[in-house]
């Protein structure tokens, strides 16, 4: 699973004023992201791409546009997950079709489901697709916690290769990689690359990487190299940056961000019920570019 390390921006998606895709954008983020970002894969569907305020043929439109755009340049996952398994298996099945290198699925959320029904979603998933499987764990949104004993038994299928870690628990990263040497860990928290560097993830997923890439690979590969001390100054300009993001709004501001960085085809809006920039967080985003991406 050696081709799946890296650094993975987590797809934006701009949407218009009627909620669907605008498709130049989209294809004008991924082409920046390649191209000027120098990423070494596309996280697509997630929740940076609003992917759970979208119906499935929409998540089927936006795997399309970024397989035929991306070709092969890029590591590929695509994000398939959500409270329905039945609609996971046909979008898992889709993606593998069009040549996606991997799937990823959150953990099922609304209802508090038992570790048990979480395992069994993995393994009634991947037996249907044919394809690897990353876990997606983001306890703060979706309420589940998994434990190390448990990673392992998702583990125990082979299918299920690896985690993308989206969590503050530095104790049970550390535990984790200690105890799964050869399952892939992603780090999922972008303001806290360095921590989960030092602590030997395969790679990392994330929104920021999609205006940040180019200062983000620097903390991953001066840690990888053992400069701690450099890294961290880079990880410390990086952490303004989203500082500032977050406080303006996370995705209104990123889009807002890419824009400046000159994808600019159409509308560049939020999927509603979320809210797109006002007119204020444009301005705002405006000072931010100024200050940490010029
Ligand atoms: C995705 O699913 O689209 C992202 O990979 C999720 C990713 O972990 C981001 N988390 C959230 O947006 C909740 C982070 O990149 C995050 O945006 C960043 O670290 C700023 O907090």
């Not at 290198?101 to 393994?123: L, M, R």
């Not at 989203?242 to 406080?247: C, F, G, P």
């Amino acid at each position: 699973n050696e081709d799946l390390k890296g650094l993975i921006s987590a797809l934006l998606v701009p949407f218009n004023e009627d909620g669907t895709v605008n498709e130049k954008g989209l294809r004008q983020i991924i082409r920046h992201n390649i191209e000027k970002m120098k990423i070494d894969g596309l996280y697509v569907g997630g929740s940076s791409g609003e992917n759970f305020m979208l119906e499935k043929e929409t998540k089927k439109q936006i795997f399309d546009i970024a397989k035929d755009e991306a070709k092969d340049e890029v590591i590929l996952i695509a994000q398939v997950g959500g409270t329905n398994l039945y609609e996971a298996i046909e979008l898992g099945q889709y993606a593998t079709e069009l040549g996606y290198d991997a799937i990823s699925a959150v953990t099922p959320f609304y209802y508090k489901f038992s570790f048990e029904e979480v395992k069994n979603y993995y393994f009634d998933l991947v037996e249907k697709v044919d394809n690897r499987l990353i876990v997606y764990s983001i306890p703060a949104l979706t309420g589940v916690e998994i434990g190390v004993s448990q990673f392992k038994e998702l583990f125990e299928n082979e299918k299920i290769i690896g985690v993308k870690f989206t969590a503050a628990d530095f104790f049970l990263l550390e535990r984790l990689r200690k105890a799964c040497p050869d399952h892939l860990i992603f780090s999922g928290f972008d303001e806290m690359l360095l921590p989960a560097v030092i602590n030997n993830v395969d790679g990392a997923i994330g929104s920021t990487y999609n205006v940040n890439g180019l200062r983000s690979r620097k903390i991953f590969e001066l840690a990888q190299a053992g400069k701690i001390q450099e890294a961290l100054a880079v990880q410390n300009e990086t952490n303004d940056l989203i500082e500032a993001i977050l406080d303006n709004g996370l995705y209104p501001t990123i889009k807002q961000l890419l824009k400046l960085q000159g994808c600019n085809e159409g509308a560049f809006l939020s999927r509603k019920p979320m809210a797109s920039a006002t007119q204020e967080q444009i301005n705002r985003s405006k000072e931010i570019y100024d200050a940490y991406l010029k």
